[in-house]
């Protein structure tokens, strides 16, 4: 029988469920990543019949396919091989956080506030921030977040961001604000400023840890910033639910603000693909 390896002849790939191992080998080992001509000697490597236009590996059948497809497939590889790690492997945690009761009745819990008992702050009713804490790089492109002023409130009240975050203060009230804070992680007085300023006043927040906001005019307004070393975090839901994705295989710690004075954590065994169930009791 006679064999053609120009490369001008159709190259084959697998049908038979027997040779599908050997080419997802072939098409995700490192080899195919470091060598772009890998497609093509691994094509050579089984005999293509010009007569009947199908080659054997081991006895499989095979249908042929062009050499720009399997060029194709190469680029693919390649762009998977490029793909960020924390892409190719996220892991997920869920679970509850198990939150103080709430000072205020049903009808109210609608409103989140900031209230201050014996020096410790939290919302009521109460949320929580859950969040993943090690060593990540710093955020190429800082992002902009927004606490709003409505209703003589800080909408929202809790806020957790990543270090380096920007904030804006738009006032949407029908009267001036005068937002500051003398938190060690973050001291700053924007001034009175009217409703729709232009440029919206602002701040980054590029030291971890609470910034309590206030309002010069108005006493009773507070928020919370939680100035985060970490880009994984979530709010939980009013039940202390909580579900966070995206993140890294590996042994971390997980951690619960609660309020200004609790903090719960635990050791966590990250796996790629897996979902981990986590509860704060």
């Not at 009713?125 to 969040?131: C, E, S």
């Not at 927004?146 to 409130?153: C, E, F, S, V, Y």
């Amino acid at each position: 029988m006679q064999y053609v390896h120009s490369k001008l002849q159709m190259y084959a790939t697998p049908l038979a469920a027997s040779a599908i191992p050997h080419f997802s080998h072939a098409l995700f080992s490192s080899n195919a990543i470091l060598s772009p001509f890998y497609f093509e000697g691994f094509s050579r490597n089984y005999r293509i019949s010009s007569r009947r236009h199908a080659t054997s590996l081991n006895g499989a059948g095979y249908h042929l396919i062009s050499i720009i497809a399997m060029r194709r497939l190469a680029g693919f590889n390649t762009v998977i091989a490029l793909l960020p790690i924390s892409v190719l492997a996220q892991a997920t945690v869920e679970g509850r956080v198990e939150l103080p009761k709430s000072h205020l009745a049903p009808v109210m819990a609608k409103r989140y506030e900031i209230v201050t008992r014996g020096g410790v702050l939290s919302t009521q009713p109460p949320l929580a921030v859950v969040y993943l804490a090690g060593s990540f790089p710093k955020a190429s492109s800082p992002s902009t977040k927004q606490i709003a002023q409505k209703d003589l409130t800080f909408i929202p009240s809790l806020l957790p961001v990543q270090v380096g975050t920007k904030i804006e203060f738009p006032n949407l009230d029908d009267t001036y604000h005068s937002i500051f804070s003398y938190s060690p992680a973050k001291r700053f007085d924007l001034g009175r400023y009217r409703p729709e300023e232009r440029p919206i006043p602002s701040e980054v927040f590029d030291t971890p840890g609470l910034v309590t906001l206030r309002c010069d005019i108005h006493e009773h307004m507070r928020g919370l910033i939680v100035v985060l070393n970490t880009p994984h975090f979530v709010v939980t839901d009013a039940n202390g639910r909580f579900r966070l994705g995206g993140l890294p295989a590996g042994q971390y710690t997980l951690k619960a603000w609660i309020d200004s004075k609790t903090t719960l954590e635990k050791p966590v065994h990250l796996k790629s693909g897996e979902v981990l169930p986590v509860d704060f009791p």
